[in-house]
């Protein structure tokens, strides 16, 4: 439907410059004003849809269609009102110019992540540049009333070339390398407009009106309506890829990243470099700027990835320490104590020193459950932990949460008599606070021990060692709890 009835706009305006030859000109202004005009509602519409912040792009392509409009207008003023009939008046072609700076914007910032609100800042500065070096060179080859000479024309015909083909060039390649739905059609519609009007703009300024018609008012005007018309299409019909169908190379989606803010500085750079030949200060004026932009642009980018790669090597930490840590009471978890039997196991078996492990278990703590309810059990858990902790003395001895109620502490370097001298100590700490358990036959928690010790051999596992602590707590909680037993 939307292609009928842009193929119903291009033959009625090809009709009606035809068949009302005494008012051609205005009528062609009509459908090339009206043309854009659209592409612009268009551009709106989807802005409306997904958000007009110039960050999602659609209202700097709006903006774009608006600056060519406007140019257009001028021209019908200079044609009609004025009956200025010079081929490149300098406010037609400088608007014509500058809707090239909103798409020179988006395509160097939308999509690309900003961790400074001062980098969007130099962008714009950089955007706002590039129109006045624009303003400055077109004014170096026409006056308000048009050029001078053919050579003139021609020269501002080039710069639409270079122009158009720099448009084109960078909003297929932010196409190519969208990893999101919501950017390859952006850059999708985007893309096919540019290269469309480059090639029409090349093709109407060289051929038609530097040779065969100067004048607006014949068919040949059609083929502007073409791009605006295309992008109509291609942009209120497009379906979203869905995510699973966006596989841009890595490599060329990180490149683009990086890249697209340079773009911005490289037209820039690139205008600055045609006006020095008018203006040399002014030009190398826009040399500076350029580079100082992009300079103190990458260097808020990297002093941002920096910052980002901190917070990054911080949180892996924090992850790691998580990871090694219980969650309730705070001290080491399971996998911090097996990473850690593990290493002391091989460096005991290396010094031939006897090695002892505390296997500690909270006596009748379902009981306490029951009465007090878990969230005073996990309390229980966080006290006892506590008090467990003030027993560990030396760097190397390591107390961690086993599972449930159950806590074990391993004790490097230290034979049975100085293990039990600490497991008679936990049982005097924990019954010194006298936390308060009803179900418990002395009237407040008490905590069960049992003692292992080993000079590790060949051929004997850790496990072991493990094995005997918990037959020994075995044997103490048999023997009614409240106290420690050593394995034999």
């Known amino acids: 439907m939307m292609l009928l009835l842009a193929i119903g706009f291009m033959l009625l305006h090809a009709l009606c410059v035809l068949l009302l030859p005494a008012h051609a000109i205005a009528a062609s202004y009509v459908f090339l004003l009206a043309a854009p005009l659209l592409a612009f509602a268009c551009a709106l519409r989807r802005g409306l849809m997904v958000g007009l912040h110039h960050s999602h792009g659609w209202s700097l392509i709006a903006l774009s269609m608006l600056l060519w409009t406007a140019g257009m207008f001028t021209s019908l003023c200079q044609d009609l009102v004025f009956r200025n009939l010079n081929v490149a008046p300098g406010a037609t072609m400088l608007l014509y110019t500058l809707y090239g700076v909103p798409i020179s914007y988006a395509v160097a910032t939308v999509g690309v992540d900003y961790r400074s609100g001062l980098q969007r800042g130099i962008d714009a500065i950089l955007a706002v540049s590039l129109g006045y070096l624009y303003f400055v060179l077109m004014?170096?080859?026409t006056t308000l009333q048009g050029v001078s000479s053919r050579e003139s024309a021609e020269m501002i015909a080039l710069m639409f070339d270079l122009e158009n083909a720099f448009l084109a060039a960078m909003t297929t390649i932010r196409f190519f390398a969208a990893n999101t739905p919501r950017l390859r059609h952006l850059f999708g519609a985007l893309?096919?407009?540019?290269?469309?009007?480059?090639?029409?703009?090349?093709?109407?300024?060289?051929?038609?009106?530097?040779?065969?018609?100067?004048?607006?008012?014949?068919?040949?005007?059609?083929?502007?309506?073409?791009?605006?018309?295309?992008?109509i299409i291609v942009a209120w019909r497009i379906r979203q890829p869905r995510a699973h169908t966006l596989n841009p190379p890595d490599a060329l989606v990180r490149f683009v990243r990086l890249g697209s803010p340079l773009l911005l500085a490289l037209s820039v750079l690139t205008v600055a470099l045609l006006v020095v030949r008018q203006r040399f200060a002014l030009g190398v004026a826009g040399v500076v700027a350029a580079a100082l932009g992009y300079g103190l642009r990458s260097i808020l980018s990297q002093v941002s990835q920096v910052e980002a790669a901190d917070r990054l090597r911080n949180d892996q930490t924090l992850l790691a320490e998580l990871a090694l840590h219980d969650g309730l009471t705070g001290i080491s978890n399971r996998r911090a104590f097996e990473e850690a039997i593990e290493r002391e196991w091989r460096l005991a078996s290396r010094t031939q020193q006897a090695m002892s492990l505390l296997l500690i278990d909270v006596?009748?703590?379902?009981?306490?459950n029951d009465r007090y309810g878990h969230l005073a059990g996990d309390a229980c858990l966080r006290d006892v932990a506590a008090i467990l902790t003030q027993a560990v003395q030396r760097p190397s001895d390591l107390l961690a949460r086993y599972g449930g109620e159950e806590f074990v502490l391993i004790l490097p370097a230290t034979p049975l008599a100085g293990a039990t001298d600490v497991a008679e100590r936990l049982c005097d700490l924990v019954r010194q606070q006298n936390l308060h358990h009803d179900d418990s036959p002395v009237g407040h928690v008490t905590i069960s021990i049992g003692v292992a010790s080993i000079v590790p051999a060949q051929g004997v596992l850790s496990d072991e060692l493990v094995a005997a602590a918990d037959r020994a707590l075995y044997e103490a909680k048999r023997k009614g709890r409240n106290r420690f037993e050593a394995a034999t």
């Open 139 to 141: 004014f170096s080859w």
């Open 191 to 231: 893309s096919v407009f540019t290269l469309l009007y480059g090639l029409v703009a090349a093709y109407y300024n060289h051929h038609v009106a530097l040779d065969v018609a100067p004048d607006i008012g014949t068919v040949y005007d059609v083929v502007v309506d073409v791009p605006f018309l295309v992008f």
């Open 363 to 368: 006596d009748m703590f379902k009981q306490y």
